[in-house]
């Protein structure tokens, strides 16, 4: 506003200068007053509105400003980087809590220059330089620096620093980012030792192990060279795997067939372990090997870890003690032979002794018979009564029919082992039979013994070799007799039965009809010490005494139910008598003894 022009016409007239104005003059002056006046009142209120608008637009800088800054306060606190804000001048404004988590400082502790007590020692004057050279080139400074933590120990991190700037390019202050790599280093240091410990392990280990993938071989260690006959491993791996075969497996199989089978079962199962004939470089010699496939990981891609043994030692071992078992199987083949052949003659040796002893002791009482007898008929034959005569010629006609029946004995036994009688089936009437050779053993041992005949009706017709029952049933029936004191009963029942008899008793009513032949007696019966030799030819019980016999009855016996495709049982009990029982099928083909 011009003041010079309002004064003068706002200012009272005065007596000595001005004159009193007139009517029309003042009311000229007023109107330019008033015109000025509204006009600067105008221009106020402008400037005010203005102002206010100014005003307006600070207080929301002021605010935004503030709302920033809160942001970035509270984005530091809780950043997982530790943040350092530094002046021109280097002096710490603001550390967020992970710079002091990393360092061990507090915030107060680290405003100003506090904050470089955290540089190790060592470290501190090349840091300082390296900094000042970065920020005099208006460079960004970035290095891993190692930090004394009073509590909580060195502290590795990594620390990045930018320079801010003012409008007119001057530096204003700086931001630090810390990041703590303590731990990754760590990682790093001990996944170094462990790829030390692998190297070391893999490169000493007397196993070939070859690293692998669909592009060919990429790895392998120094037990790889030494088995393959290779000098370095650059030239190992730029051989395609079937150079390291011959062309075809032992079993005729081509190689790099074979091989990608074995890999396409490894990718699919796992693992993979099989033998495999490999080739040596050089020489062309080839190797039997075992081959473990492995399927890993390798760079985010399947891969397969081949580990290759050398098996020729095993090998030439194995095929050593397979000889040697051979000739110790020989050996042994040849000392049982010699046992064998031994027992043989021993057992040959016995049978002779024993039939020696038999023939000398079962011969001579009745060749004695027939001698005395003969010398008395000789030297008294007309003194002698024809009973006398009679019943002398009655002793030797009975001796000669023993003689005579041990020596059809010996004849049946040899042939049966010989397989010289056949077994020959025919409609036999069972009952009729049995009750015609109870008498013929009635015969030769006296009308005074009594044998029990129980035949059950349902047995009628079988079929039987008659022959074969016969000696069957006469001896076991003469043995019930002769081991029986008078009076003793003697017994024979036979009933046809359904089904095979089980060795503990009872049947199986799965197979065919059978004949069982049941004799029974009271007599001095079987010690328990000779149950296991029934059967042995010119064997007797310890308990027989006197009483004549070869000790080739059983034996006989078991023979002829065998060859009747039957089978027997002989329960005995020293002196309360023995039971046998024999089971005979009732159709059975025609067989020949020993088959």
């Known amino acids: 506003m011009n003041t010079d022009t309002v004064n003068p016409i706002i200012a009272p007239p ?232 011959p062309p075809v497996q032992p079993d005729g199989t081509d190689s790099r067939t074979l091989a990608n089978q074995r890999i396409a079962t490894a990718m699919e199962k796992g693992s993979n372990r099989f033998e495999w004939m490999h080739k040596r470089a050089g020489t062309g010699e080839t190797f039997p090997a075992e081959v473990l496939l492995n399927t890993i990981e390798l760079d985010g891609k399947p891969a397969i870890q081949v580990v290759v043994r050398d098996i020729t030692e095993r090998k030439q071992a194995h095929a050593e003690q397979e000889k040697l078992e051979r000739r110790l199987a020989e050996h042994r083949a040849s000392e049982e032979s010699a046992r064998l052949a031994l027992e043989h003659e021993q057992k040959s040796s016995q049978i002779k002794n024993r039939f020696v002893s038999l023939v000398s002791h079962e011969f001579r009482t009745p060749l004695s018979v027939i001698n005395m007898a003969a010398e008395l008929l000789d030297g008294y034959l007309d003194k002698m009564t024809d009973a006398e005569r009679s019943e002398h010629l009655n002793e030797i006609k009975s001796s ?30 069972v009952e009729a039979l049995c009750r015609r050779l109870i008498l013929e053993v009635l015969e030769c041992f006296g009308q005074a013994r009594g044998i029990e005949c129980v035949i059950d009706p349902a047995v009628g017709e079988a079929w039987l070799d008659e022959k ?65 030799k029934l059967y042995q030819t010119f064997h007797r019980a310890a308990n027989v005494g006197n009483r004549p016999g070869t000790g080739m009855g059983l034996a006989i016996v078991k023979q002829f139910v065998e060859l009747h495709r039957g089978s027997i049982r002989i329960e005995s009990q020293e002196g309360k008598g023995t039971t046998v029982w024999v089971w005979l099928p009732t159709g059975s083909p025609v067989l020949r003894a020993g088959s």
Request: glycine share 6%.
């Open 468 to 532: 074969i029952l016969r000696h069957i049933l006469v001896n076991l029936l003469s043995n019930a007799v002769k081991y029986s004191s008078a009076g003793q009963p003697v017994k024979l029942e036979v009933k046809r039965v359904v089904g095979s008899p089980k060795p503990n008793g009872g049947t199986d009513p799965s197979v065919g009809t059978h004949l069982e032949f049941k004799v029974t007696d009271s007599g001095i019966g079987i010690p328990a010490a000779d149950m296991a």
């Open 14 to 245: 005065t007596a000595a200068r001005d004159p009193v104005p007139t009517d029309h003059a003042l009311s000229r002056r007023d109107a330019h007053f008033f015109e000025e006046l509204s006009r600067v009142n105008n221009e106020l209120a402008n400037l005010q509105r203005e102002t206010a608008r100014t005003n307006a637009d600070l207080a929301t800088a002021h605010k935004e400003i503030e709302a920033s800054e809160q942001r970035y306060r509270n984005l530091s606190a809780c950043s997982p980087i530790g943040i350092l804000e530094l002046d021109a001048a280097d002096r710490c404004l603001y550390a967020n809590p992970q710079w002091q988590t990393i360092t061990g400082l507090t915030a107060e502790e680290s405003l100003g220059d506090g904050w470089q007590r955290a540089l190790d020692p060592r470290d501190a004057p090349d840091v300082m330089e390296e900094w000042n050279l970065a920020r005099r080139a208006n460079l960004e400074f970035s290095r891993e620096l190692r930090f004394v933590n009073p509590r909580g120990g060195p502290r590795c991190a990594q620390v990045r620093s930018r320079s801010i700037h003012t409008g007119r390019g001057e530096i204003a202050g700086h931001i630090c980012t810390v990041e703590d790599i303590t731990e990754r280093k760590r990682a790093g240091e001990a996944l170094h030792r462990s790829e030390m410990k692998f190297r070391t392990v893999y490169d000493s280990t007397t196993d070939a192990i070859t690293l692998m993938d669909e592009t060919g071989l990429l790895d392998c260690n120094l037990a790889t060279l030494a088995m393959f006959g290779y000098a370095t491993r650059e030239e190992f791996c730029s051989k395609h795997p079937a150079d390291l075969s």
């Open 400 to 429: 000669v029919e023993r003689m005579t029946q041990m020596m059809n004995d010996f004849l049946v036994h040899g042939n049966c082992a010989n397989g010289k009688i056949e077994c020959q089936p025919a409609r036999v009437e």
